[in-house]
Antibody, heavy 122, light 108 residues
Framework: EVQLLESGGGLVQPGGSLRLACATA????????MNWVRQAPGKGLEWVSA????????NYADSVRGRFTISRDVSQNTLYLQMNSLRAEDTAVYYC???????????????WGQGTLVTVSA | SYVLTQPPSVSVAPGKPARITCGGN??????VQWYQQRSGQAPVLVIY???HRPSGIPERFSGSNSGNTATLTISGVEAGDEADYSC???????????FGGGTKLIVL
């Protein structure tokens, strides 16, 4: 069974930084696009960022573009999200989600991690 | 950007069918995914490409998509189906996925 395990969440002050990681196992990491999706308390799912299978293409939601950076390390089978200039509205559970294809265009997120909570507060 | 509209909640008695809608401009031309999220848990894919079920998802779950509305149908609802259900499509204009606001399925 595919495994996705997020880490790195926590409490951070506004303007601060955090780096999330998603360790993966039991699938060929380099063959699939990966995403970060977040869910603010009591709210719906919001897509944050995506990276294609070889890391050559990335995309971001307008709400995080210029502040967040997605990356992947094939040698470690790990997905990352570097979050800078954090704001209160970034408070959410952050999930990593595997695409069912290399580019994720119009394809589903077939596996999700359990999420890691990021709280931005003074 | 592309907007998906879902009812906040749907209530249904056990054993009855539940229908959860997802509205969007000409959504029938897009591929729709549905995710189930039980309380405190991660989302799980239950329908992809409008009407396909991943392995392990009961046959009670089905999907359809036409015109301006996509529908997730759960025939013979069980207590364990109580969860939030979210639809998702690809916004070709913005080149990224979009989620509906989610619908809470309440089993009476």
């Amino acid at each position: 069974e595919v495994q996705l395990l997020e880490s790195g969440g926590g409490l951070v002050q506004p303007g601060g930084s955090l780096r999330l990681a998603c360790a993966t196992a039991r699938f060929t990491f380099s063959n699939y696009a990966m995403n970060w999706v977040r869910q603010a308390p009591g709210k719906g799912l919001e897509w944050v960022s995506a990276i294609n299978s070889d890391g050559s293409d990335t995309n971001y939601a307008d709400s995080v573009r210029g502040r967040f950076t997605i990356s992947r390390d094939v040698s470690q089978n790990t997905l990352y999200l570097q979050m800078n200039s954090l704001r209160a509205e970034d408070t959410a559970v952050y999930y990593c989600a595997k695409c069912s294809s290399a580019s994720c265009y119009a394809d589903p997120f077939d596996y999700w991690g359990q999420g890691t909570l990021v709280t931005v507060s003074a | 950007s592309y907007v998906l509209t879902q009812p906040p909640s749907v209530s249904v008695a056990p054993g009855k069918p539940a229908r959860i809608t997802c509205g969007g401009n000409n959504i029938g031309s897009k591929s729709v995914q549905w995710y189930q999220q039980r309380s405190g848990q991660a989302p799980v894919l239950v329908i992809y490409h409008d009407s396909h079920r991943p392995s392990g998802i009961p046959e009670r779950f089905s999907g359809s998509n036409s015109g301006n509305t996509a529908t997730l149908t759960i025939s013979g609802v069980e207590a364990g189906d109580e969860a939030d259900y979210s639809c998702q499509v690809w916004d070709g204009t913005r080149d990224h996925p979009v989620f509906g606001g989610g619908t809470k399925l309440i089993v009476l």
